[in-house]
């Protein structure tokens, strides 16, 4: 029912900055609770950051906490995730979920994007 598309990433060097997009098809997306997950290459996917139907409240992994901030505009049908002080680590695809509930478990999350490519150079 909700359709997800990411965009906005590319490279960067250590300390630079990244703004990703999630834009998501359908009327019902304020609805949703929306996070963003992340996956390197032979790792499991892992919580970054997530946002509250309302905008309310967030939370964050402790790896991104006061580097990155989630937000999101529920009359443009989007979710961001501003990535400031970037580092080599933070390299790995970012993808955008939204779930019907409160939860930081990438199993719970009903609709997901394809991802896009984060590579922060050393």
């Known amino acids: 029912q909700v359709q997800l598309v990411e965009s906005g990433g590319g490279l960067a060097q250590a300390g630079g900055s990244l703004r990703l997009s999630c834009a998501a098809s359908?009327?019902?997306?304020?609805?949703?609770?929306m996070a963003w997950f992340r996956q390197a290459p032979g790792k499991e996917r892992e919580f970054v950051a997530a946002?509250?139907?309302?905008?309310?409240?967030?939370y964050y992994a402790d790896s991104v906490k006061g580097r990155f901030t989630i937000s999101r505009d529920n009359a443009k049908n989007t979710v961001y995730l501003q990535m400031n002080s970037l580092k080599p680590e933070d390299t790995a695809v970012y993808y955008c979920?939204?779930?019907?509930?409160?939860?930081?478990?990438?199993?719970?999350?009903?609709?997901w994007g394809q991802g896009t490519q984060v590579t922060v150079s050393s």
């Open positions: 979920a939204a779930g019907r509930i409160w939860t930081m478990t990438k199993y719970h999350y009903d609709y």
């Open positions: 359908g009327r019902t997306f304020s609805m949703y609770n």
């Open positions: 946002i509250s139907w309302s905008g309310g409240s967030t």
